[in-house]
């Protein structure tokens, strides 16, 4: 665990440096993230998706309930690598949602779960501080309900990795095909959203180790 924390922490670093980095290479078109982000949405025929700004950095996604891209300010009005690479993304999303993408469908389905899931890990391991034979529960069975629980999660963020790669690839092909950066842009928006998807494959090995752990405490 300590190892995963100490490698999704190089990730997220090397994440933000390349992000800085691109923020300072503008793109030819000179477009802000917002209108890039219209102009993807609009080639690909999507009318009803708004694109807003959030606060905070690195706070971009995609909302399939209200049908919102949601911009940091410095993606929503930068005119950079950086801003036309994440708000592609985001669209990416918005695009795999309009085109009923069936992993993301998964993915949108499993939330409530999820959620659920995080909460309840907290309760079973505070149960099995005070003692869960207070409760009727044995070691095994107290076991088994966080393999339960980390199985969710560990399914959640593995159908995550084939939405984010997706996400991205549809970024980068529209990118391409739109004009809106040049070839050497285009290859720092590949490597920044490549770093992007690294945070997901980390969290995702990180989430299976976790599961092994807890199933190879299981007694006989």
Known sequence: MIGFMIIGGIVSSRLKSKVKKYSQVPTISGMSGKEIAERMLSDNGINDVKVISVPGKLTDHYNPMDRTVNLSPEVYQGRHVTAAAIAAHECGH??????????????????????????????????????????????????????????????????????????????????????????????????????????????????????????SMLRD
């Open 94 to 215: 918005a695009v795999q949602h309009a085109n009923a993408y069936q992993w993301l469908q998964m993915r949108s389905q499993m939330v409530p779960m999820v959620n659920y899931s995080n909460k309840m890990m907290g309760t079973v391991f505070i149960i099995g501080l005070i003692g869960g034979s207070y409760i009727g529960l044995g070691f095994n069975q107290l076991i088994m309900l966080f393999i339960i629980l980390q199985a969710i999660i560990t399914a959640f963020t593995l159908i995550t990795l084939p939405v984010e790669f997706d996400a991205s690839r549809r970024a980068l092909v529209w990118l391409r095909s739109s004009g809106i950066t040049s070839d050497k842009e285009l290859e720092y928006a590949d490597d920044a959203l490549r770093w992007a998807a690294s945070t997901y494959l980390v969290a995702a090995l990180a989430a299976v180790t976790y599961l092994l752990y807890y199933v």
